[in-house]
């Protein structure tokens, strides 16, 4: 019987949710899919064809049982699907949002391979959870026996909240500790809201603090309160504080010129009704202007999108590289293109004009031999460049990590050549004793399942060590 609600996908044609159009949702930070209904998304997951050896599995970073929900969803059983879903993500909703699932799970599918439009993975895991939280399958966490020992995280992004989220359901007493005076890092404010909602972050924000876990807020970690102190507060620390040093650009300081982060956490505290004196003075807010956002990653992509629906006057973004080698989603340059974003493939910033910035001077570049990681090096086009008229340059090139040791004035924490935290692979374990690392800060920037993956691992590798250490106290 079950077999017959599957296999579908040479009857079925692959379906997303509907998309708003254009001039309807540039002109609110709303998210711009809508939801699936119950029967169609059960059509949808009807399409999986249940392979022998799943590669939608296999390249999600948390390693989903995707075919196992799929086939739930399909036969109607959603609320075990939510539970198979949960059981390897913590935040299986905001996953479905922002995932790149053309490069991941969709990407490799296998009837996308042949010819048939992969299964529609992200809005169907994007559905179930969703529908668990309207019919009340999502429950507080409640641990079956309340432990001594006490965790302090650092940083309350998607890995610092994954790990909070696995110790706190094995009864250990965490507190998280964050700059900000919300928690969820860059899924509150560095993603805007018509990719991530921000109620869908609070919700499960709110069900941590119900859950027990004890947020400090507005701290930062070596002024308001030192490693030091943290590190002897509990009996294991969890740094996950996510990379947030913008990579710069040369003589990149005259007015009008900013960074990416700095602009996207602006626009974001406006959604939450806060007040922005930078953004209401103009500086960040891009209404009547000429934006040019420069890089290639899906957070430039965020950035030329926010702009758009802020009322600036035209937007650009300068790549180095061509469409097909640029690193961020597809599907998002295709909705950003929708949404009147114009790219200049093969460009590059060779200085600014003005003070405030007047202009962008615009290297032509084009594609060469592969560099080390394999991709076409880029080089400059002589006596090709021009200016590109600006009144707002948006730096999206990256971020780097901070110096720790010195920022925090801790002795022995090892970090790489990358100033990424030196940690094990498996565990996150550092050159600390009980202190452990995981997400962009041992990775380098990277995308939100890798940090919920390395958060998973590491709450794990803790467990472990308090067993060992109270075993040992015990003998």
């Known amino acids: ?20 159009p254009p001039n309807l949702r540039k002109e609110d930070f709303g998210e711009i899919y809508a939801q699936y209904a119950r029967d169609k998304a059960a059509e949808q997951a009807s399409r999986c064809s249940q392979c022998g050896v799943p590669y939608c599995q296999t ?28 059981a390897t993500n913590t935040f299986p909703e905001i996953c479905g949002r922002i995932c790149p699932q053309d490069r991941l799970c969709e990407g490799n599918c296998v009837i996308e391979q042949s010819g048939h439009g992969t299964v529609t993975i992200g809005s169907v895991e994007k559905y179930i959870t969703d529908t668990a939280f309207a019919e009340g ?3 507080p966490i409640q641990p079956h026996v309340e432990r001594s020992e006490t965790v302090g995280i650092i940083g309350a992004g998607p890995g610092g909240l994954a790990a909070a989220d696995m110790l706190r359901r094995q009864g250990v007493q965490v507190t998280v500790y964050d700059r900000y005076d919300r928690g969820g890092g860059l899924l509150t404010y560095g993603i805007p809201g018509f990719k991530l909602e921000k109620d869908v972050v609070m919700q499960r924000m709110t069900q941590l603090e119900d859950g027990g876990v004890q947020f400090v807020l507005n701290c930062e970690v070596g ?7 943290i590190r002897g507060k509990h009996d294991a620390v969890l740094i996950a504080t996510g990379v947030y040093k913008t990579r710069d650009l040369p003589d990149s300081f005259a007015d009008g010129i900013v960074s990416a982060i700095d602009y996207l956490t602006a626009s974001n505290r406006k959604s939450f009704g806060d007040d922005v004196p930078e953004f209401d003075n103009g500086e960040l807010n891009a209404v009547g202007k000429r934006v040019v956002v420069i890089g290639g990653g899906d957070t430039a992509m965020d950035c030329v999108r926010t702009a758009v629906r802020q009322g600036a006057d035209s937007v650009k973004c300068l790549y180095r590289r061509d469409r097909a080698n640029m690193p961020g989603s597809q599907r998002e340059v295709q909705n950003a293109e929708e949404e009147g974003v114009e790219f200049v ?23 060469g031999a592969p560099d080390a990681t394999g991709r076409q090096s880029p080089e400059v086009i002589e006596g090709a460049d021009y200016v590109e008229g600006a009144d707002l340059v948006i730096k999206a090139l ?16 090892e970090v790489t050549r990358w100033g990424t935290v030196k940690a094990d692979f498996g565990t996150g374990a550092t050159s600390l004793e009980g202190v452990y690392a995981a997400g962009d800060i041992v990775r380098g920037a990277s995308l939100v399942v890798w940090a919920i993956r390395d958060g998973r691992d590491a709450a794990t590798a803790i467990l472990e060590y308090l067993g060992q250490a109270a075993t040992v106290a015990a003998e």
Not at 223 to 229: G, K, M, Q, R, V
Request: some cysteine.
């Open 345 to 367: 493939w093969l460009s590059a910033p060779a200085g600014f004009e003005g003070d405030p910035a007047t202009g962008v001077k615009v290297q032509k570049m084009r594609l």
């Open 59 to 86: 390249h999600c970073p948390l390693h989903n049982n995707i075919p196992d929900w799929l086939r739930l969803t399909a036969e109607g059983r959603l609320q075990e699907a939510y539970e198979i879903s949960q």
């Open 1 to 20: 019987m079950a077999g017959q609600k599957m296999l579908k996908f040479t009857a079925v044609e692959r379906d997303m949710p509907e998309k708003r």
């Open 398 to 413: 990256g971020f780097e990590p901070e110096d720790l040791p010195k920022l925090w004035g801790v002795d022995g924490l």
């Open 137 to 139: 399958w999502v429950k």
């Open 223 to 229: 002024e308001d309160l030192s490693f030091d102190a």
